[in-house]
């Protein structure tokens, strides 16, 4: 609700104790997978009625529509605040052009959420490295992993754009809209395309990613929470059924999978002095080098 503090991994009831390994192209591709159907944002107008309902300041667009502005969706007003308030707390900004497309999207009708919790053999230094470089993270798994892994950063001026994917299955594009990999904390919004089992989703979905290191600093724990916008009724209660819940937590359990892998057979090569650095570019061997010097 309004005014609630920003949650930290260790406030999160519930933590698996399964041991899912995460890395930097996961974001984008998670994005995907909880993909709506339909891109329609809410109306201006409502995009300000949640604004003022979760008692936090209304975007400046909101000081040319007309009042009254009406009443938000009524479904899910906890998770809208709450979305809110971690945004804020994190450096958001709603009056930036990326800032007015998450605001559009809190005021969609349908909203639903999903967690997964976890713990990660990759240090936290590393990740945080992994996610400052998410081109290096997709290029790692798709090299030793194989899959079509691929991200690439997106020019756009004023934000900061990725584009990814796994060959035909997800593909789309994020935006940060506020946090930094060095806090540990990361906010998204992505659109694209995802293909579940015999359904396929297009449109958009909030990610709230943060990471800490693990205890005695080794490791780290990570949560993941994503708000998803289904376009009806019926999108909504296929995106909210358990088997539907079920196969997208199989769907990122076997992408972190790839990573593992991808990650246990880096440090492998390189100890082992089998590391094939002509398969890297010079850029991509100089960020290789500085990833694996941290611990």
Not at 44 to 49: F, G, L, Q, T, Y
Not at 182 to 190: C, D, E, K, M
Not at 239 to 258: G, H, K, Q
Request: aromatic letters at 10%; hydrophobic letters at 45%; glycine letters at 10%.
């Amino acid at each position: 609700m309004a005014g609630q503090a920003e949650r930290s991994p260790s406030d999160v009831s519930g933590w698996t104790r399964k041991r899912w390994h995460i890395a930097s192209f996961l974001l984008p591709t998670v994005l995907l997978t909880f993909a709506a159907d339909g891109a329609v944002l809410a109306s201006v107008e409502r995009s300000c009625a949640v604004a003022a309902s979760c008692g936090v300041p209304a975007p400046r667009r909101c000081d040319a529509v007309p009042r009254p502005w009406g009443d938000p969706p009524e479904r899910a007003p906890e998770l809208r605040c709450e979305t809110l308030s971690s945004l804020a707390a994190a450096g958001f900004d709603a009056n930036g052009a990326s800032g007015h497309q998450m605001m559009r999207f809190l005021g969609r009708e349908y909203l639903l959420s999903y967690e997964v919790a976890g713990a990660s053999d990759v240090s936290a230094d590393r990740l945080a490295y992994l996610l400052d470089h998410l081109p290096l993270a997709a290029r790692l798994v798709d090299y030793f992993s194989g899959g079509g892994y691929y991200a690439e950063w997106v020019p756009f001026s004023g934000a900061r754009w990725v584009r990814g994917g796994k060959g035909e299955r997800f593909h789309g594009e994020a935006v940060q809209l506020a946090g930094s990999a060095r806090r540990g904390v990361l906010h998204y919004l992505g659109y694209g395309t995802a293909n579940i089992a015999r359904w396929s989703f297009t449109g958009q979905v909030y990610l709230d990613f943060r990471f800490r290191r693990g205890p005695d600093g080794e490791g780290c724990r990570y949560l993941v929470r994503a708000v998803a916008s289904p376009e009806n009724a019926v999108i909504n209660a296929i995106m909210d059924s358990l088997p539907f819940r079920y196969l997208t937590e199989r769907v990122v359990e076997a992408i972190v999978d790839d990573l593992a892998q991808a990650v246990a057979r880096l440090d492998a090569a390189q100890r082992n002095g089998k590391l094939d650095r002509s398969a890297f570019t010079p850029a991509e061997l100089a960020e290789i080098d500085r990833l694996l010097a941290l611990r």
